[in-house]
């Protein structure tokens, strides 16, 4: 069975942005207003829909700061937008790249959480027959006790010294 360790050495992807450069974060952020503009959304509603504060969506669309992948991908989703859309070449192919690399992990982890789930189940079942069996032996013992005969208890006395 997979350790949580295993799930986070492979998290990390998730929480770095694709893009690197100031002028980088402001093609980012004028694509992503343009995105929200084009879907008739606010940056309160993809504030709303992504549980984050309205002022972070508006730093993200002035490139004062960046999305992680996963928020990125969060938000393409909100404003119903796809990688092909994004600007510049060599922008939208790390965002591509990066999005490609996160469905991948995804696959990864989902494999790995079925696998745990699989393991915990057979553990589970494993302990749930040895819990029955031990019910049984415990039954059989107190059936046992009850049905045999009980030998009076003889009654000693202090020896004398």
């Not at 343009?34 to 508006?58: C, H, I, M, P, Y």
């Not at 938000?75 to 859309?85: K, N, Q, T």
């Not at 789930?117 to 415990?138: F, H, I, K, M, S």
Request: glycine fraction near 4%; hydrophobic fraction near 35%.
């Amino acid at each position: 069975m997979a350790t949580n360790s295993a799930l986070a050495e492979r998290a990390p992807i998730l929480h770095t942005c694709p893009v690197t450069s100031a002028e980088e974060r402001k093609e980012l952020g004028r694509w992503l207003a343009k995105l929200r503009d084009g879907a008739g959304l606010s940056q309160d509603d993809v504030a709303a829909e992504l549980r984050v504060d309205r002022r972070q969506v508006s730093r993200w669309e002035t490139g004062e700061s960046s999305p992680t992948s996963w928020t990125l991908l969060r938000i393409l989703r909100v404003v119903g937008a796809d990688v092909p859309e994004a600007p510049g070449q060599p922008l939208a192919g790390r965002i591509e790249r990066r999005l490609q690399s996160l469905e991948a992990e995804f696959h990864a982890l989902s494999e790995l959480l079925s696998a745990n789930r699989q393991a915990l189940q057979e553990l589970l079942e494993q302990q749930t027959g040895a819990t029955a069996e031990l019910v049984d032996t415990l039954r059989e013992l107190e059936k046992t006790v009850r049905t045999s005969p009980r030998k009076p208890q003889s009654k000693r006395r202090p020896q004398a010294s």
